[in-house]
């Protein structure tokens, strides 16, 4: 089972991708988080738990509290910390080329997809994690 964080306070995007993940039948632990913070704070205190830890983040940039900007400056300092590599994707509904290009000079993004996206995305995505 694959452990998966959403972090994004958009209900659409979140109910669809729970559709989404049931429809493809893949099997993941999905945790949603609302703000950058809350999913920060999570990942601080499972650091050193590799059981605990998600697999996949799908990280939305725009948020309140902390958006996904933020989220990556203090994740890009704990991730030496983690006990595991995790494959971070911004999921945006931005197509930006400006948050694109800064997207790529973070070492910790595996990708930049932009929302809404496929079944085939999703399974690409979780058989390759």
């Given at each position: 089972?694959?452990?998966?964080?959403?972090?994004?306070?958009?209900?659409?995007?979140?109910?669809?991708?729970?559709?989404?993940?049931?429809?493809?039948?893949?099997?993941?632990?999905?945790t949603v988080?609302?703000?950058?913070?809350?999913?920060?704070?999570?990942?601080?205190?499972?650091?050193?738990?590799?059981?605990?830890?998600?697999?996949?983040?799908?990280?939305?940039?725009?948020?309140?509290?902390?958006?996904?900007?933020?989220?990556?400056d203090k994740?890009?300092?704990?991730?030496?910390?983690?006990?595991?590599?995790?494959?971070?994707?911004?999921?945006?509904?931005?197509?930006?080329?400006s948050e694109?290009?800064?997207?790529?000079?973070?070492?910790?993004?595996?990708?930049?997809?932009?929302?809404?996206?496929?079944?085939?995305?999703?399974?690409?995505?979780?058989?390759?994690?």
């Open positions: 089972m694959k452990r998966f964080y959403l972090i994004d306070d958009d209900a659409i995007f979140v109910f669809l991708t729970r559709k989404t993940l049931q429809v493809a039948n893949l099997n993941t632990d999905l988080f609302e703000d950058g913070q809350q999913a920060l704070t999570d990942l601080e205190l499972s650091a050193n738990q590799p059981g605990m830890l998600p697999d996949i983040i799908f990280l939305d940039l725009n948020m309140p509290v902390l958006d996904g900007w933020g989220f990556l994740y890009s300092l704990l991730e030496p910390k983690m006990s595991k590599k995790i494959a971070i994707y911004i999921v945006s509904s931005s197509i930006s080329p694109l290009e800064r997207s790529q000079n973070i070492p910790v993004v595996t990708e930049f997809l932009t929302k809404p996206l496929s079944r085939s995305k999703f399974v690409e995505i979780f058989e390759g994690a």
